[in-house]
């Protein structure tokens, strides 16, 4: 066990300091070229994570590393513009910490979203997926060492991480926007390096539609403290080996660019159903 319980209640009282009263309800992470929500919060208060004491950087292209509470479609909100991975060298629990802080600051809800490689060959790139479930099957868990019981159980069901309601919501939401809304399941994969055509091939056939470095830590961790949880994924590029060509961060970071109106549109619009 990397932390203790005090030194997450020392970073949310170090937050909660800034925040002058305001509970943020509904906690969002935002992925690769997705920070572009965390912009239109109102009222802002921005706290950039070297600010926070235990808090980890986001060293990725397109992570600004700061949280934003604020207000969004009537909502509290608490945006995390950047996430950690542990392909950065930092561990699964690191990676997640930020959701436990956030719970202990009154969040009941994540939104994740994510960029990943499209591996269901009947979709395109460019569209949206609703996240059913999830696969992290192949490395460990962000619960490994001592449990804390003050979050959780040891041993947390994961048969709803995607919370049914929500999933439904979001549903509804996409059809009255008229946005394409895929839905299957995220395959967590290590990274940096984006998957072999082998890989690809691999994840298919145990029943990933989209494959990707990051969001599966941090709802696990989500689960286990109770919160309910909705998972976006920009499926921004054809995973490897399905075009004849290289696959590029570039490529990852236009696919966000070019696809923000949508995305933003439709996570507002699930804020207003919550
Ligand atoms: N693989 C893994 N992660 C990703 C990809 C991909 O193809 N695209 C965006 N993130």
């Not at 599966?216 to 921004?236: D, K, N, R, W």
Request: charged share 20%; proline share 4%; with cysteine.
């Amino acid at each position: 066990m990397e932390f203790t319980f005090a030194q997450y209640e020392e970073s949310a009282a170090a937050i909660r300091q800034r925040l002058g009263g305001f509970v943020p309800q509904v906690a969002m992470v935002l992925g690769s070229g997705l920070g572009y929500l965390g912009d239109q919060v109102e009222d802002a208060i921005v706290v950039p994570y070297g600010e926070i004491p235990h808090f980890k950087s986001s060293t990725a292209p397109g992570h600004k590393g700061q949280l934003v509470f604020g207000r969004l479609e009537g909502r509290n909100v608490a945006v995390m513009q950047g996430r950690m991975h542990h392909y950065e060298g930092y561990s699964y629990e690191a990676v997640s910490y930020a959701v436990r802080v956030l719970r202990l600051l009154g969040c009941q809800t994540l939104i994740v979203t994510n960029a990943a490689g499209c591996v269901n060959t009947q979709w395109k790139a460019g569209e949206l997926m609703l996240i059913t479930d999830q696969i992290k099957m192949f490395s460990e868990s962000p619960l490994r060492g001592e449990n804390l019981p003050q979050f959780g159980v040891r041993f947390p069901d994961a048969s709803q991480l995607y919370t049914p309601r929500l999933r439904h919501l979001a549903r509804q939401a996409a059809n009255e926007l008229g946005i394409t809304l895929r839905e299957g399941v995220y395959f967590y994969c290590y990274g940096p390096q984006y998957e072999t055509p082998a890989e690809i091939r691999a994840v298919r056939a145990l029943g990933g539609d989209a494959v990707g470095m990051s969001t599966a830590p941090e709802v696990i961790v989500a689960g286990h403290c109770g919160m309910e949880v909705l998972g976006f994924t920009l499926l921004s590029n054809m995973a490897a080996g399905i075009l004849d060509q290289p696959l590029s961060e570039q490529e990852v970071l236009d696919a966000g660019n070019a696809a923000r109106e949508k995305f933003s549109g439709l996570v507002r619009a699930c804020l207003r159903k919550l």
